[in-house]
């Protein structure tokens, strides 16, 4: 090694132990992974937002009652030789009541339950942070678990939803008076336009049902039913029910390890909600624009009431059961 050579090692020795030359700055990649936080976040709610939570749900189902059995019907004026208003009468029913109220009401509460009980395993199971919900009743303060706060939320606006959607689906049905494909045959027992009347062209303005009395209260079945055709209540409550229900799945499932799965119910969803509003007119009882109207008013509130769901969620439901964020990242909402 010449001199030079050596000179210039020393030198770089120097700088490399010297107290004056700067410290080396030690790169740590950021993580990939959010870090979550195990610290649970308390959320107040006021008891008299409860109240009248409580209180609308009463007064929204009173009045769907009031509608469905004390209103009666707008008389609507026919024409006489108005062909769609004399099909035979409906011997039996493809779907009754009592299977529409387990199909939109019973099934989806079932279902939405179950995935929020597997939902919150995995939420404790992976320690995320959590929300703890407050309510003080004079001085005492009492605190509710995340589980049954969300479903507070999700099911008592789903309950709400249906008794709104039926409200208005009774709005419809008694200013309306639309009348159903049987009338003439349910009305008056005639069963051709010839047999009924003699001029084609004759709109019947005044006239009295078979069995139609003056009583307050109506008959479900009765001679005020033939006149509340539009729009649909099966398939409005289908809709409401089943579209809230595809919409709850989409959101939740499809955040876990099971492909196309989730896609399947919500098709079948929307296929049992679409066979209900067709057994309605192959049973004779709605026109196709009744259904029609049925459903989108059933998706339509369905829709709306799903997405105040999502905003009213302390913690989305995404961020619990798939890649979810940080805590900073926890949206916040009012119960």
């Known amino acids: 090694m010449n001199n030079n050579s050596a000179r210039r090692f020393s030198s770089s020795n120097q700088q490399l132990y010297s107290d004056e030359s700067p410290t080396p700055v030690k790169w740590t990649p950021k993580p990939t992974v959010p870090v979550k936080s195990q610290q649970s976040i308390s959320q107040e709610v006021s008891l008299l937002k409860l109240i009248f939570d409580g209180l609308s749900l009463v007064l929204v189902l009173s009045l769907w009652l009031l509608l469905k059995y004390f209103v009666k019907p707008f008389r609507r004026p026919f024409l006489c030789s108005d062909l769609d208003l004399y099909h035979p009468k409906p011997v039996k029913t493809a779907i009754s009541t009592t299977l529409l109220f387990i199909c939109a009401v019973v099934i989806p509460l079932i279902i939405i339950l179950l995935s929020e009980g597997v939902r919150w395993y995995y939420l404790v199971r992976r320690k995320v942070a959590r929300v703890i919900y407050k309510i003080q009743i004079r001085s005492h303060i009492y605190k509710i678990p995340e589980w049954a706060g969300n479903l507070y939320i999700i099911i008592g606006v789903f309950l709400f939803v249906h008794g709104v959607n039926s409200f208005l689906t009774n709005?419809?049905?008694?200013?309306?008076?639309?009348?159903?494909?049987?009338?003439?045959?349910?009305?008056?027992?005639?069963?051709?336009?010839?047999?009924?009347?003699?001029?084609?062209?004759?709109?019947?303005?005044?006239?009295?049902?078979?069995?139609?009395?003056?009583?307050?209260?109506?008959?479900?079945?009765?001679?005020?039913?033939?006149?509340?055709?539009?729009?649909?209540?099966?398939?409005?409550?289908?809709?409401?029910?089943?579209?809230?229900?595809?919409?709850?799945?989409?959101?939740?499932?499809?955040?876990?390890?099971?492909?196309?799965?989730?896609?399947?119910?919500?098709?079948?969803?929307?296929?049992?909600?679409?066979?209900?509003?067709?057994?309605?007119?192959?049973?004779n009882r709605h026109h196709p624009t009744d259904v029609l109207s049925g459903a989108i008013l059933g998706t339509v509130m369905a829709t709306i009431a799903f997405r105040y769901v999502v905003r009213s969620f302390k913690r989305s439901v995404s961020m619990d059961l798939g890649n979810g964020p940080t805590n900073e990242e926890v949206v916040l909402g009012n119960m």
């Open 171 to 283: 709005v419809g049905k008694v200013s309306a008076g639309r009348l159903r494909p049987h009338f003439i045959p349910s009305c008056f027992e005639k069963y051709t336009y010839k047999e009924f009347c003699t001029d084609a062209n004759q709109w019947i303005v005044n006239y009295t049902c078979i069995g139609e009395s003056s009583i307050v209260v109506k008959e479900k079945d009765g001679a005020y039913d033939i006149r509340q055709s539009f729009p649909s209540g099966h398939a409005s409550t289908a809709f409401c029910g089943l579209i809230f229900l595809a919409l709850y799945i989409h959101k939740v499932w499809n955040y876990r390890n099971i492909g196309l799965f989730p896609y399947v119910i919500e098709m079948i969803c929307f296929a049992a909600a679409s066979y209900i509003g067709i057994t309605r007119i192959t049973d």
